[in-house]
Nanobody
Protein backbone atom coordinates (compact mmCIF):
# COMPACT_ATOMS: atom_id res chain seq x y z
CA UNK A 1 0.00 0.00 0.00
CA UNK A 2 1.23 3.51 -0.84
CA UNK A 3 0.80 6.21 1.76
CA UNK A 4 0.85 9.99 1.52
CA UNK A 5 0.76 12.10 4.67
CA UNK A 6 -0.39 15.70 4.69
CA UNK A 7 -1.69 18.43 6.96
CA UNK A 8 1.45 19.56 8.74
CA UNK A 9 2.28 23.18 9.33
CA UNK A 10 3.29 25.87 11.78
CA UNK A 11 1.04 26.30 14.79
CA UNK A 12 1.24 27.92 18.20
CA UNK A 13 1.33 26.08 21.53
CA UNK A 14 -2.17 25.08 22.54
CA UNK A 15 -3.44 24.95 18.98
CA UNK A 16 -4.93 21.94 17.20
CA UNK A 17 -4.01 20.35 13.90
CA UNK A 18 -5.28 17.36 11.95
CA UNK A 19 -2.99 15.19 9.87
CA UNK A 20 -4.25 12.96 7.08
CA UNK A 21 -2.73 9.94 5.40
CA UNK A 22 -4.18 8.87 2.06
CA UNK A 23 -3.69 5.23 1.08
CA UNK A 24 -3.71 3.70 -2.37
CA UNK A 25 -2.70 0.56 -4.18
CA UNK A 26 -4.04 -2.15 -1.87
CA UNK A 27 -7.02 -2.69 0.39
CA UNK A 28 -6.61 -0.07 3.09
CA UNK A 29 -8.97 -1.89 5.44
CA UNK A 30 -6.65 -4.90 5.50
CA UNK A 31 -4.02 -2.96 7.43
CA UNK A 32 -3.56 -1.80 10.96
CA UNK A 33 -2.26 1.75 10.82
CA UNK A 34 -0.03 3.92 12.95
CA UNK A 35 1.53 7.32 13.29
CA UNK A 36 5.17 7.84 14.22
CA UNK A 37 7.22 10.99 14.52
CA UNK A 38 10.86 11.99 14.44
CA UNK A 39 11.93 15.15 16.21
CA UNK A 40 15.19 16.88 15.25
CA UNK A 41 18.11 14.92 16.65
CA UNK A 42 15.88 12.17 18.04
CA UNK A 43 14.93 8.62 17.19
CA UNK A 44 11.68 7.74 15.48
CA UNK A 45 8.93 7.59 18.10
CA UNK A 46 5.66 5.65 18.06
CA UNK A 47 2.61 7.87 18.55
CA UNK A 48 -0.62 5.98 17.93
CA UNK A 49 -1.98 2.74 16.51
CA UNK A 50 -5.41 1.79 15.20
CA UNK A 51 -6.82 -1.55 14.16
CA UNK A 52 -8.13 -2.27 10.68
CA UNK A 53 -11.75 -1.91 11.81
CA UNK A 54 -10.98 1.03 14.13
CA UNK A 55 -12.17 -1.07 17.05
CA UNK A 56 -8.84 -0.85 18.84
CA UNK A 57 -6.48 2.04 19.46
CA UNK A 58 -3.28 2.48 21.42
CA UNK A 59 -1.34 5.63 22.26
CA UNK A 60 2.07 6.59 23.50
CA UNK A 61 1.97 8.12 26.96
CA UNK A 62 3.40 11.35 25.54
CA UNK A 63 0.24 12.02 23.51
CA UNK A 64 -2.47 10.14 25.39
CA UNK A 65 -5.43 12.39 26.08
CA UNK A 66 -4.31 14.98 23.51
CA UNK A 67 -4.10 13.09 20.20
CA UNK A 68 -6.80 10.98 18.56
CA UNK A 69 -6.14 8.46 15.80
CA UNK A 70 -9.00 7.54 13.49
CA UNK A 71 -9.63 6.15 10.06
CA UNK A 72 -12.23 6.18 7.32
CA UNK A 73 -11.96 2.96 5.35
CA UNK A 74 -14.48 4.20 2.79
CA UNK A 75 -12.12 7.09 2.01
CA UNK A 76 -8.90 5.08 2.42
CA UNK A 77 -7.67 7.69 4.85
CA UNK A 78 -6.02 7.71 8.25
CA UNK A 79 -6.18 10.74 10.54
CA UNK A 80 -4.40 12.12 13.55
CA UNK A 81 -6.21 14.86 15.45
CA UNK A 82 -3.66 16.70 17.56
CA UNK A 83 -4.93 18.96 20.33
CA UNK A 84 -3.20 21.07 22.97
CA UNK A 85 -0.02 21.02 20.96
CA UNK A 86 3.27 21.64 22.73
CA UNK A 87 6.66 22.71 21.45
CA UNK A 88 7.94 19.19 22.11
CA UNK A 89 5.43 17.89 19.54
CA UNK A 90 7.53 19.51 16.82
CA UNK A 91 8.58 16.71 14.48
CA UNK A 92 8.11 15.11 11.11
CA UNK A 93 5.07 12.86 11.37
CA UNK A 94 4.84 9.61 9.41
CA UNK A 95 1.97 7.26 8.79
CA UNK A 96 2.67 3.56 8.45
CA UNK A 97 0.84 0.33 7.65
CA UNK A 98 1.19 -3.18 9.03
CA UNK A 99 -0.63 -6.49 8.91
CA UNK A 100 0.69 -7.17 12.39
CA UNK A 101 0.01 -5.45 15.70
CA UNK A 102 2.57 -3.56 17.71
CA UNK A 103 4.57 -0.36 18.07
CA UNK A 104 7.96 -1.48 16.75
CA UNK A 105 8.71 0.29 13.46
CA UNK A 106 10.13 -2.95 12.09
CA UNK A 107 6.56 -4.32 11.90
CA UNK A 108 5.54 -1.67 9.40
CA UNK A 109 6.23 -2.39 5.77
CA UNK A 110 4.76 0.75 4.23
CA UNK A 111 5.52 4.33 5.19
CA UNK A 112 4.32 7.73 4.08
CA UNK A 113 6.81 10.44 3.19
CA UNK A 114 6.26 12.48 6.36
CA UNK A 115 4.71 15.84 7.07
CA UNK A 116 6.37 18.50 9.23
CA UNK A 117 4.60 19.88 12.27
CA UNK A 118 6.19 22.87 13.97
CA UNK A 119 4.80 24.14 17.26
CA UNK A 120 6.22 27.53 18.10
CA UNK A 121 5.12 30.89 19.39
Amino acid sequence: VQLQASGGGLVQPGDSLRLSCAASGRTFSAYNMAWFRRAPGSEREFIALIGWSASGTYYADSVKGRFIISRDNAKNTLYLQMNSLKSEDTAVYYCAATTGWGTDPILFGSWGQGTLVTVSS
